[in-house]
């Protein structure tokens, strides 16, 4: 894998092939295009830098809520903005490492959106996973957003404190989308994806539904990917 840059790999050509990765250890910031999105309190931190606090995951993205913020509700997102990115010309992948921290309930309940998106809300067009309380208390959701919404139950529960491997996949056409959870299949959507005229940017995001107030980390990010497999080579 690449963790800064495209690089060429054994077996792997880049003019028909795009694979990247990234460690969130506060470098992505000034030169991989990441940057913060943050409302009434919110705020997204760096993690596990120092101390030997999880060895095996050596810098995290934090988000945390200001849950009951007098200024209305609390957000955080870390995302790449929209660079170019359509569903189409192309079979295209990422993959998201991401925690729970504090699983959201009745007392301090939050959403949260992981994937591809065009703005910060929840009904932007995105390609993602996400944590609704309102439609499901237990499981992973899988969302294609476009013209329209299809949001399905994929079954599969979120486990509070565990590491968990997300992955969306879109077919060449930019017509089918997979999702996997753990290596474990979580759907397939063929309606409501986002046109191919519409810039996608990574995204991961929490949001405040209700609770008492004062800040907390809610959801970690360990690592991300996104691969892209292009129809025709890029020397065009």
């Not at 030997?52 to 009951?68: S, Y």
């Not at 490492?97 to 067009?125: C, F, H, W």
């Given at each position: 894998?690449?963790?800064?840059?495209?690089?060429?790999?054994?077996?792997?050509?880049?003019?028909?092939?795009?694979?990247?990765?990234?460690?969130?250890?506060?470098?992505?910031?000034?030169?991989?295009?990441?940057?913060?999105?943050?409302?009434?309190?919110?705020?997204?931190?760096?993690?596990?830098?120092?101390?030997?606090?999880?060895?095996?995951?050596?810098?995290?993205?934090?988000?945390?809520?200001?849950?009951?913020?007098?200024?209305?509700?609390?957000?955080?997102?870390?995302?790449?903005?929209?660079?170019g990115w359509v569903l189409t010309q192309g079979a295209?992948?990422?993959?998201?490492?991401?925690?729970?921290?504090?699983?959201?309930?009745?007392?301090?309940?939050?959403?949260?959106?992981?994937?591809?998106?065009?703005?910060?809300?929840?009904?932007?067009?995105a390609v993602n996973f996400q944590i609704q309380r309102?439609?499901?208390?237990?499981?992973?959701?899988?969302?294609?957003?476009?013209?329209?919404?299809?949001?399905?139950?994929?079954?599969?529960?979120?486990?509070?404190?565990?590491?968990?491997?997300?992955?969306?996949?879109?077919?060449?056409?930019?017509?089918?989308?997979?999702?996997?959870?753990?290596?474990?299949?979580?759907?397939?959507?063929?309606?409501?994806?986002?046109?191919?005229?519409?810039?996608?940017?990574?995204?991961?995001?929490?949001?405040?539904?209700?609770?008492?107030?004062?800040?907390?980390?809610?959801?970690?990010?360990?690592?991300?990917?996104?691969?892209?497999?292009?129809?025709?080579?890029?020397?065009?």
């Amino acid at each position: 894998m690449s963790c800064g840059g495209l690089k060429t790999f054994p077996g792997i050509d880049p003019l028909n092939h795009y694979l990247r990765s990234w460690e969130f250890d506060g470098n992505e910031l000034d030169s991989e295009g990441w940057t913060d999105s943050t409302a009434n309190g919110g705020t997204v931190t760096l993690g596990n830098i120092a101390g030997n606090v999880e060895p095996l995951h050596p810098g995290t993205r934090d988000l945390n809520i200001d849950f009951g913020n007098v200024g209305g509700p609390s957000r955080a997102d870390f995302r790449r903005d929209p660079e170019g990115w359509v569903l189409t010309q192309g079979a295209y992948r990422m993959q998201w490492l991401v925690k729970v921290v504090q699983e959201p309930d009745a007392t301090d309940d939050y959403t949260a959106r992981i994937g591809m998106a065009d703005g910060v809300t929840i009904t932007s067009n995105a390609v993602n996973f996400q944590i609704q309380r309102t439609v499901s208390t237990t499981n992973w959701l899988t969302v294609t957003d476009g013209a329209g919404q299809t949001l399905n139950d994929s079954g599969i529960a979120w486990v509070e404190g565990e590491w968990t491997l997300l992955e969306i996949s879109v077919n060449a056409a930019g017509t089918s989308v997979q999702y996997l959870v753990d290596n474990v299949n979580a759907g397939v959507h063929t309606l409501t994806i986002p046109a191919n005229t519409i810039d996608l940017g990574m995204d991961i995001g929490v949001g405040d539904v209700a609770g008492a107030a004062g800040l907390t980390n809610v959801f970690s990010l360990d690592w991300a990917l996104q691969e892209k497999n292009f129809s025709a080579s890029r020397l065009g």
